[in-house]
């Protein structure tokens, strides 16, 4: 078994699209958009086969989770950048361009290389090699 997609709502959907094809080179679908409940979505593929699918509908309540905060439930995306370089450099891109870093790069206990980034609405990305 794999796992097929995981899901996000979210507030900006165009925001959020451009934020993983920009950085993470993910390869969007069309917009897919439901007139009856208002809502869109869009299926971002990353290399490979696994697949993040970003949904918008206005009915759809804020979020109480702090991201500062661990909490229940998911915590975060891992996305592998494919070296301890590449970590390093997306991290910088990231910081540089203003998204908050909440740890990193930097080896973990158990010999991970990573780095935490939160995204435009605050959801953690573990960036590992």
Request: charged content about 25%.
């Amino acid at each position: 078994m794999k796992i097929e997609h995981i899901a996000i709502w979210v507030k900006d959907l165009e925001k959020m699209k451009i934020f993983y094809e920009t950085y993470f080179n993910a390869k969007s679908n069309e917009k897919y958009f439901n007139n009856t409940n208002k809502f869109s979505s869009y299926f971002l593929t990353f290399e490979g086969v696994t697949r993040l699918e970003l949904m918008q509908m206005p009915s759809i309540p804020e979020s109480s989770n702090n991201p500062y905060i661990q909490s229940m439930g998911l915590v975060h995306l891992a996305i592998s950048a494919g070296s301890k370089e590449k970590v390093i450099n997306l991290t910088k891109r990231l910081a540089n361009d203003g998204y908050e870093i909440l740890d990193g790069p930097r080896y973990t206990g158990d010999g991970y290389f990573e780095s935490t980034v939160l995204d435009p609405e605050n959801n953690r990305i573990e960036i590992t090699v």
